[in-house]
């Protein structure tokens, strides 16, 4: 459907010194304090969580894989709150919504869908890595060298900064219409789609193929991870150590789950079904309860960031006493 005022069109709407007008929770007018308060408390929790186990990994001598990439992921929890939830709660002090220039919008656009894309690229080189682990174990050490790790931490940043820039140039040149006016607490990709003044699907384009390269190719080859490891799992003979090889993987797969299922229902479906409503609330959750849950999921489920944390604790005790 084409949106409101789209039979006026404006001729500067690719102007760098336009502005949008992102509405918010302007619709919550009696809860907005309390709101307010809880993604507050979130976003400090979230803040506290990811640096705890950043620190806690820089400060270990000896990081295994794993831990090298859980440390690249809080580093990418870290920007990715700080991108989005400054100018959420803002939207929830002013009462009309948060102005926001069009560089602005851009460069949050951009930095979202990177860091995102980012994130879908380094679960699968985690998969990866659980792969070396449980298929090929007499080989892990010389497979996931420190090297391949840097590259792969390099390879999956530059790639997801790619893919948002190519899409993030091909939203911005679309001509907006008149009413500037964004529903929603950031400038995401489906809510400034909406304001594109054309009737086809042309521009959506863009986003089904960076849909392609962050979320469907990703998720295929976290799949095929899987399925390789739960067959040579399937050749272990003692129950007790097949469960023991697949816990290591569980808060992979729970981290992967939660990422890809707010994902895919966000980004992969047509215009014609955008309910703003509705994805401000999934968005809510992707934005700020998903990565509250990560250092939380990590931190009880991996053996080596409890050991690590563990550690960091004892270290400031003895600091503490001296």
Known sequence: ???????????????????????????????????????????LVTLAGNVMIFIAVVMEPSRPPMLFFLCQLSVIELCYTLVIVPKALLSLLVVDGSTISFVGCAAQMHLFVA?????????????????????QPLH???????????????????????????LTVAVFRLPFCRSRRINHFFCDVPAVLHLACTQSYTPELPLLAACVLLL????????????????????????VGRCKAFSTCISHLVITLLH???????????????????????????????????????????????????????????????
């Open 140 to 166: 892990y050490v010389a497979v996931m060298s420190e090297g391949l790790c840097l590259r792969l931490a390099v390879a999956c940043c530059l790639g997801g900064f790619a893919v948002a820039l190519g």
């Open 115 to 135: 860091l995102g894309g980012a994130e879908c690229f380094l679960l699968v080189a985690m998969s990866y890595d659980r792969y070396v682990a449980i298929c």
């Open 216 to 239: 469907l190719l990703p998720f295929l080859l976290i799949l095929a991870s899987y399925v390789c490891i739960a067959a040579a799992l399937l050749h272990v003979t003692p129950s």
């Open 1 to 43: 459907m084409p949106c409101e005022g789209c039979m006026e069109r404006d001729n500067k709407s690719t102007d760098p010194t336009m502005e949008f007008l992102l509405l918010g929770f302007s619709e919550l007018l009696c809860l907005r304090v309390l709101f307010f308060l809880i993604f507050l408390i979130v976003h």
């Open 260 to 322: 890809y299922g707010c994902a895919t229902f966000i980004y992969i479906r047509p215009k014609s079904s955008y309910s703003p409503a509705r994805d401000k609330m999934v968005s809510l959750v992707y934005t700020n309860i998903t990565p509250l849950l990560y250092p939380f999921i990590y931190s009880l489920r991996n053996k080596e960031i409890r050991g690590v944390l563990r550690k960091m604790l004892r270290r400031n005790k003895t600091a503490q006493l001296n």
